[in-house]
């Protein structure tokens, strides 16, 4: 994989995370194990002068314990093929299966992080900061239909520190 600048990323965010889907991964470095999980919302900007990824983790997510306890997470993207792999790691839980080895994907160390040998494009990020949405928050009432249970998602923002294509 080629290691790019993310001031030199070149590719439709929007179609990438919201049309492509992406895998949040990470790794709990006292026990080795991974988790990942399916994920269409989130994006990337500049904000405390890095370049940063931000993704939503629920609550009740698996992945939400290793996400707490990792220094960082990978973005992982795919190509078509792997759609349903994707599907599979977005419907099942990793407390209840060994959800990537049913998804075929071949887990890789990234340092302390991991990612998967079949992804295309790999962001590896370090977390700055993790909040919870709160309902006071939201000013567009519909929004909360997301959240039936109130179980507003935490947001992940991170440094992208490279990106491996």
């Given amino acids: 994989m080629e290691r790019i600048s993310p001031y030199t990323f070149d590719e439709n965010l929007f179609t990438l995370i919201d049309r492509e889907w992406m895998l949040v991964t990470a790794r709990d470095v006292r026990s080795g194990a991974i988790n990942t999980m399916t994920a269409s919302w989130g994006g990337c900007g500049i904000l405390w002068n890095k370049p940063v990824a931000f993704v939503f983790i629920r609550p009740g997510r698996y992945t939400r314990e290793f996400a707490d306890a990792a220094e960082g997470l990978t973005l992982s993207f795919f190509e078509e093929r792997y759609r349903d792999a994707l599907r599979l790691c977005g419907r099942v839980s990793g407390r209840d299966c ?31 900061y993790v909040g919870a949405l709160e309902e006071g928050g939201f ?24 990106i491996l294509k």
């Fill in 139 to 162: 000013v567009d009432p519909a929004l909360l239909d997301h959240y039936k249970n109130k179980d507003y998602h935490l947001v992940y923002i991170c440094e992208i520190e490279e």
């Fill in 98 to 128: 060994d959800k990537i080895a049913q998804a075929g994907l071949t887990p890789v160390q990234m340092g302390e992080r991991a990612a998967f040998a079949e992804a295309r494009m790999v962001f590896s990020c370090r977390k700055l």
